[in-house]
């Protein structure tokens, strides 16, 4: 089954102390990214990746990172959580960039509270 | 001005109702538009995709652009209470590139039965 998974899918945390949330696909997609999605603000791109070692910004990267090692997985990172990065948060994954928007899958979620 | 606008509701309806949710958008050079249904607790899922502007039907689903107003709109028909979801509009430059994805903040619809 095509699918995109989340781990965890939630996390309590506090500030300062990092974490890592995990994102893995099994459809052999070029092109993976991350959303956070926030009541009022709806999803908005964290960071995106065209392909194994290529990563660029998308619209809100600020205390995010990110790495692409192997294609199935991008994991994002954030190494000192704050409050404010208290949010549901979506992987996403799709067969390229440039590939139709129906090749693109969601993930489940993951809901982060940062104390 | 939010590139994509859309009314968060909450709508609320009676089971076999038409259900009409929109979104209007500012920028002209968008050209694919879509709708994206997100039960709760999970992730969005594409529902239904127009490029350029007219009509698009799926079953009970119907995807309408109207470029020159800029507006956007998802009508069901014959609502089911499975329905119940959240529906959120997107769209994007020409190409259809996902990395360009502009989203709606989502219209909460429940179907009553």
């Known amino acids: 089954e095509a699918q995109v998974t989340q781990n965890p899918r939630y996390l309590i945390t506090v500030t300062g102390k990092k974490l890592t949330v995990t994102c893995s696909q099994n459809m052999n997609h070029e092109y993976m990214s991350w959303y956070r999605q926030d009541p009022g603000l709806g999803l908005r791109q964290i960071y995106y990746s065209m392909n194994v070692e290529v990563t660029d910004k998308g619209d809100v990267p600020e205390g995010y990172k990110v790495s692409r090692k192997e294609k199935r997985n991008f994991p994002l990172i954030l190494e000192s959580p704050s409050p404010n990065q208290t949010s549901l948060y979506f992987c996403?994954?799709?067969?390229?960039?440039?590939?139709?928007?129906?090749?693109?899958?969601f993930g489940p979620g993951t809901r982060l509270l940062v104390l | 001005q939010k590139e994509v606008e859309q009314d968060p509701g909450p709508l609320s309806v009676p089971e076999g109702a038409i259900v009409s949710l929109n979104c209007t958008y500012s920028n002209s050079a968008f050209q694919y538009f879509m709708w994206y249904r997100q039960y709760s607790r999970k992730g969005p899922e594409l529902l239904m995709y127009?490029?350029?502007?007219g009509n698009k039907e799926d079953g009970r689903f119907t995807a309408q652009v109207d470029k020159s107003s800029k507006y956007i709109s998802l009508f069901i028909r014959d609502s089911q209470p499975s329905d119940s979801a959240t529906y959120l509009c997107a769209t994007t430059w020409i190409g259809g590139s996902q990395g360009n994805l502009i989203f709606g903040k989502g219209t909460k619809l429940s179907v009553k039965p």
């Open positions: 996403a994954s799709s067969l390229s960039l440039a590939a139709p928007v129906e090749t693109q899958y």
């Open positions: 127009t490029y350029s502007s």
